[in-house]
C-alpha cells in the first residue's frame, strides 16, 4: 500500500504561485506513476501532471508553461510548483500513485484562486 499526504494548498490571488507537496509513505522508486489530479466544483476529476516511467512527465495543455512537477527522492515527496495562478484553476488538488496495477489517492489540498 501508498499513503499520500498532500499539502500546501491555499488562498492565492490571480496571477500568484503556490508550491504543493506530496508525501509517500514508501520509497517512489517502487511506484510506476506518480502525479497530480484536481477537480472543480461541478467536474471530472482531471489530470494535472505526472511522472511515468521514470522521469517521464506529462502536464494537462491548460497548464503547460505554468505548473511544474518535481520530486525529491530522498524525500520521498512529488512538487507541483503552480506559477501565474488563474481562476480556473481553482480546485482540490489530489495527488496520485500507481503501483502493482493499484491506484492510491491522497485526501486533497484546496486551491483557491481569487481574480
Known amino acids: 500500500q501508498v499513503q499520500l499526504v498532500e499539502s500546501g494548498g491555499g488562498l492565492v490571488q490571480a496571477g500568484g504561485s503556490l508550491r504543493l507537496s506530496c508525501a509517500a509513505s514508501r520509497s517512489i522508486f517502487t511506484i510506476n506513476a506518480m502525479g497530480w489530479y484536481r477537480q472543480a466544483p461541478g467536474k471530472q476529476r482531471e489530470l494535472v501532471a505526472t511522472?511515468?516511467?521514470?522521469?517521464?512527465?506529462n502536464y494537462a495543455d491548460s497548464v503547460k508553461g505554468r505548473f511544474t512537477i518535481s520530486r525529491d527522492n530522498a524525500k520521498n515527496t512529488v512538487y507541483l510548483q503552480m506559477n501565474s495562478l488563474k481562476p480556473e484553476d481553482t480546485a482540490v488538488y489530489y495527488c496520485?500513485?500507481?503501483?502493482?496495477?493499484?491506484?492510491?489517492w491522497g485526501k486533497g489540498t484546496l486551491v483557491t484562486v481569487s481574480s
Open positions: 496520485n500513485a500507481e503501483r502493482s496495477g493499484m491506484d492510491y
Open positions: 511522472f511515468t516511467s521514470g522521469s517521464t512527465t
